[in-house]
């Protein structure tokens, strides 16, 4: 079957570096996406990785391999509205998105 | 801005109630999905539609239709609403060119069924 791994919660600290892991295995592998979801709030795009490599936008970067089905969202300089869940997910063969339950993700002053 | 706008963001409902989820995106997009996202779990596809007047079965259909006649509306239709449809469903649009898998959301319509 198609799975996709990621911590349930993570604590961090406000300023700090953070790094949020996913490990999948799908039927095929068309791209990586991650999203943000405060509480109570729409889902919203952060990156898409298909080639192995790290993508840097801002404090956040998504890294990508292909080989070991793997990939992480790393935050820099944590600020409190980063507070939110980070959801994986991987487009499969089909096109189809699979997706993780998601990582709340907790920042302390 | 892009805007996907679902009709209630809390509803509550008898079993064996008809219900009826709205959808409408103002970004001329080809492509619409409807999503349950429960706790704990990943969010499950259950129907979505690249066209007007197309749809295609999730992974999840059973106890759910779809109906769009318009291009920028979606409708998610529970038949007669049963307690394992608590959920909080979320609608989505992309684009037919694009990054595949680059969704935008709407803000989720938390049906509690009783």
């Known amino acids: 079957g198609q799975n996709i791994d990621q911590p349930t919660e993570m604590t961090a600290t406000e300023g700090a570096i953070v790094q949020i892991n996913c490990t999948y295995q799908?039927?095929?592998?068309?791209?990586l996406f991650w999203y943000q979801q405060h509480a109570g709030e729409a889902p919203t795009f952060l990156s898409y990785n298909v080639l192995d490599g790290l993508e840097e936008k801002g404090r956040f970067s998504s890294f990508l391999s292909r080989s070991k089905g793997y990939s992480y969202l790393l935050l820099k300089e944590l600020q409190m509205k980063d507070s939110a869940s980070y959801l994986c997910a991987v487009m499969d063969s089909n096109y189809q998105l699979i997706w993780g339950a998601g990582t709340k993700l907790i920042i302390k002053p | 801005d892009v805007k996907v706008t679902q009709s209630s963001r809390y509803l509550v409902k008898r079993t064996g109630e008809k219900v009826f989820l709205e959808c409408v995106q103002d970004?001329?997009?080809?492509?619409m999905f409807w999503y349950r996202q429960d706790p704990g779990l990943g969010l499950r596809l259950i129907y979505f539609?690249?066209?007007?007047?197309?749809?295609e079965k999730g992974d999840i259909p059973e106890g759910y239709s779809v109906s769009r006649e318009k291009k920028e509306r979606f409708s998610l239709i529970l038949e007669s609403a049963s307690t394992n449809q608590t959920s909080m469903y979320l609608c989505?649009?992309?684009?037919?060119?694009?990054?595949?898998?680059?969704?935008?959301f709407g803000e989720g319509s938390r049906l509690t069924v009783l």
């Open positions: 799908t039927s095929g592998f068309n791209g």
């Open positions: 970004m001329d997009h080809e492509n």
């Open positions: 989505a649009s992309s684009p037919g060119g694009g990054v595949a898998g680059e969704l935008f």
């Open positions: 539609s690249y066209d007007v007047k197309m749809k």
